[in-house]
């Protein structure tokens, strides 16, 4: 059986480049009753000028976006170097 998820915790937003960076922690969608916990997984999120929303797992690949002008490399597609 498992357990209901925790409620996404939301923390107070930075900024960078006057851009608002949205910083939540997401702990899964369920927990099991035993055996290892699923880590938190930290989200950091930004809204380009277009209006479009993006999410990364690590603050620095969201701050380099921001410098990029919200340009997407096929480096960053996923959030890694994978192709």
């Known amino acids: 059986m498992l357990k209901p998820p925790k409620p ?3 923390l107070p ?4 480049d006057d851009v608002e ?7 899964g969608f369920s927990t099991p009753l035993r055996g ?10 930004a809204v380009s000028p277009k209006g479009e929303r993006h ?8 701050k380099a976006l ?3 002008g919200f340009t997407i490399n096929k480096k960053d597609r996923h959030g890694s170097s994978r192709p």
């Open 8 to 10: 996404v915790e939301t």
């Open 36 to 45: 290892p916990q699923p880590a938190p997984r930290y989200l950091y999120g």
């Open 21 to 27: 960076i949205i910083c939540r922690i997401h702990f």
């Open 55 to 62: 999410w990364r797992n690590d603050l620095e690949a969201l």
């Open 66 to 68: 921001i410098d990029n």
């Open 13 to 16: 937003s930075l900024k960078h």
